[in-house]
């Protein structure tokens, strides 16, 4: 079994937290921003626009490089 290196952690903490902007950001708010077709305005004042789903992207390769860092030859 390997052990868990450090960096994996801190790269899947990273994907965790614009894991969580994307959420915030887009997610919960995707059917209000496809029927404006290009922002919507929340509850609280926000303005939220289809590219949040580059927090999404960004998580991604977070979660991607921890694996890799992870499991990845040495």
Do not use: E, K
């Amino acid at each position: 079994m390997r052990r868990i290196r450090i960096r994996a952690i801190v790269l899947a903490l990273a994907a965790g937290l614009f894991g969580f902007v994307f959420y915030t950001r887009y997610w919960i708010w995707r059917d209000c921003i496809a029927v404006a077709q290009s922002s919507c305005v929340t509850s609280d004042g926000s303005n939220v626009t289809d590219g949040g789903m580059v927090w999404g992207m960004i998580a991604l390769g977070f979660l991607a490089a921890a694996f890799i860092v992870q499991f990845g030859r040495r």
